[in-house]
């Protein structure tokens, strides 16, 4: 681990009840439990034990330090030498047990200590979509939040923009001429369990998994599929009134497991589970499609597997994930340099954690992002889409105001790959950031035709579709309870769902929305009861609510101060001058400046004081430059002259 990544972990302890079950050789250690086990014998760990073997093993081959150890394992609270030698030797002792040792420890003088598998590590390794690892996202999301701000706004667009990142990238990993994407299987699911209603749920998963996968221009087989290179599989079991899908992705070849995860819910919600079972089985399609070809895979199964855990990070919005991001395409980038889209995604992750790192890490993170995809573009023109791409995006963190250089760039990339859906939803994100979700729709819908069902372009186009409410026939509605549904551990859209019911919309669906597990996880306990207060003063109307609405929003900030997004409560109020004086509202970070075009910030926008913001921002002199304005300047209803609210604020702050 080099030390800038190093340097942007946070030191959080490894909390053992969260942690995924994993593999090393034949060993699989299930730190929930403290056990490790191999060949049908189970040793039970000390608690401190178990965290060390985690914190080892999350980097395999890579020196951990004393120090990193003592954070993660310790709380960072002052231990001696021998407490740590103590650990690694039972460790050891463990390891040696075994006729075939799985793992070696390495000890660094004055450094640290390095873990060696001796055994390939397969699944059920960590999978990147285990329910240990979901839960690890939610936790750190959570974590997040309550660093930053703890209201839900600040994820909206934020999460957009991290989600965004991480698929794009995958999707232009490994692109050649090679041919069509990969053959997939889907096997019928095995029942475990003698309930007779067990048999037909199975084969109504499979069917509908493969189902649809083939709507959405997967090339599908069911049952074996002796000419598949990939295979969907898994099993369905039940006890009481639970089901619970163990859904997995196997090379066909090597009968590796790359991917796995599991389903569980109460008996009612089976076609819930059934739903998600067939956003996961998407999502991962999504991922692995683009380095399984027809002429055979271009990653051999343990780098896909790395691949896949990045991607993963990737979309999780945190320091962590994008460092964990990093780690894993560098990773895979030392297990094979040949492979051109491999560059450009540690590339891409490089430039996705450089936003969470201090001035001077970030410009070196940028410059070693841009060596990477300059000799990408350099050594492999032929196959250098993705490299291109990340140098658009370089280009952007250096310039965040930039939006005409920025748009320029991108229409470049779009008719450079008119038929690529991750550029098509780029355009299409930019477009609403910019104010234009009506130009932004064709965009949107481009990307989804080209790739349907994928998370980021539904929630673009809700997004777009919300701002067009007037102007367009369809309802955003069935699109977000479609995404619901199929991915509800897709933060953007879940965020984006409630937010705009919560500051905008429904008060009554505003308060269900909160009661789902997926939302609710984004908040403390604490934050809870001011957002119930507000939608209580939203539906009531009363002075008086509103007041012990924005009462119990400033106690809440009194204990942890609410740093973003603080002007939503007022302004969902009606009370726009409160808004305007919140504090946070001008500093226009990357999540404040995007919202300023959401449907649901609209009171502001039709305020004289929002232009300056807007001017801060970048956008008024995007505007003025392109003669390109935003949709509600053509609104009959909007109350002020866009051009000339612009050209006084340009007047007045002319380098804005």
């Not at 990142?165 to 041919?179: D, M």
């Not at 109504?204 to 000419?227: M, N």
């Not at 075009?597 to 009171?603: H, K």
Request: charged share 25%; aromatic share 6%; proline share 7%.
């Amino acid at each position: 681990m080099d030390k800038l990544t190093q340097s942007l972990l946070p030191p959080s302890r490894i909390d053992l009840a969260r942690e995924p079950d994993f593999r090393l050789g034949a060993v699989m250690a299930r730190p929930s439990r403290r056990e490790v086990e191999a060949c049908g014998v189970r040793h039970l760990l000390q608690p401190r034990v178990m965290q060390v073997l985690v914190a080892l093993a999350r980097s395999p081959n890579e020196v951990v330090s004393q120090q990193e150890l003592i954070l993660r394992c310790w709380a960072g609270l002052s231990v001696s030498d021998d407490a740590i030698g103590r650990c690694i030797g039972q460790l050891r002792r463990l390891a040696a047990s075994w006729a075939e040792p799985p793992f070696e420890i390495e000890t660094i003088a004055g450094v640290g200590y390095r873990l060696e598998p001796l055994r390939p590590v397969v699944a059920p390794s960590p999978s990147v979509l285990s329910p240990g690892r979901r839960a690890g996202t939610r936790r750190r999301l959570r974590d997040w939040i309550r660093g930053r701000s703890r209201l839900l706004g600040v994820a909206i667009v934020a999460l957009l923009t991290v989600a965004a990142a991480g698929w794009a990238g995958v999707a232009w990993l490994g692109r050649t001429a090679s041919g069509a994407t990969p053959l997939i299987a889907v096997r019928s699911m095995s029942v475990v369990g003698s309930d007779p209603r067990l048999q037909p749920f199975a084969a109504r998963v499979s069917d509908q998994i493969a189902g649809f996968l083939g709507e959405s221009d997967v090339r599908v087989v069911t049952g074996f599929g002796s000419k598949a290179q990939l295979a969907f599989g898994g099993s369905v079991s039940g006890a009481a009134d639970q089901l619970t899908v163990r859904l997995f992705l196997e090379d066909v070849r090597s009968g590796t497991t790359i991917w796995s995860h599991d389903y569980a819910g109460p008996v009612d919600r089976a076609d819930a589970l059934i739903d998600a079972a067939k956003g996961g089985a998407m999502e991962t399609t999504n991922v692995v499609r683009s380095f399984y070809v027809a002429s055979g895979p271009s990653l051999d199964p343990e780098t896909a597997l790395l691949v896949i855990r990045g991607s993963e990070e990737l979309g999780v919005p945190t320091a962590d994930g994008d460092v964990g991001a990093v780690r894993e395409f560098r990773q895979a980038l030392s297990r094979r340099q040949d492979i051109p889209g491999l560059h450009a995604m540690y590339a891409l992750a490089l430039v996705s954690a450089s936003g969470a790192a201090p001035p001077g890490d970030r410009a070196q993170m940028l410059r070693q992002a841009r060596a990477e995809v300059d000799q990408t573009i350099r050594d492999h023109p032929d196959q250098s889409g993705l490299a291109l791409h990340v140098s658009t995006m370089i280009q952007q963190a250096e310039a965040p105001f930039d939006w005409v250089g920025a748009e320029q760039r991108l229409d470049r990339l779009v008719q450079a790959s008119p038929e690529d859906p991750f550029v098509n939803g780029d355009k299409c994100g930019l477009l609403l950031q910019l104010g234009r979700a009506g130009d932004s729709l064709y965009y949107c819908r481009r990307a989804l035709s080209l790739r349907p069902h994928t998370p980021l372009f539904l929630t673009l186009y809700v997004q777009a579709l919300d701002s067009l409410q007037s102007e367009v026939p369809q309802s955003p509605e069935p699109v977000l309870e479609e995404g619901a549904r199929l991915y509800p551990d897709y933060f953007p859209l879940r965020a984006y769902r409630f937010a705009r019911e919560a500051f905008g919309g429904s008060p009554d669906r505003a308060l269900q929305r909160l009661r789902e597990p997926a939302v609710a996880a984004l908040f403390p306990p604490a934050d809870i009861h001011p957002i119930e207060l507000l939608e209580k003063a939203r539906k009531s109307g009363t002075r008086a609510d509103a007041d012990a609405a924005l009462a119990a929003m400033r106690l809440a900030d009194r204990h942890q101060p609410i740093d973003d997004f603080r002007f939503l409560f007022p302004m969902a109020l009606g009370r726009v001058d409160e808004a305007f004086s919140a504090p946070d509202i001008a500093q226009l970070a990357g999540a404040e400046r995007d919202a300023l075009t959401l449907r649901f910030t609209e009171p502001l926008r039709r305020d004289a004081r929002w232009w300056p913001l807007a001017a801060k921002a970048g956008l008024v002199r995007y505007w003025l430059t392109t003669n390109r304005w935003p949709d509600f300047c053509s609104d009959p209803t909007y109350p002020l002259d866009c051009r000339a609210q612009a050209r006084r604020v340009m007047a007045l702050s002319p380098r804005a």
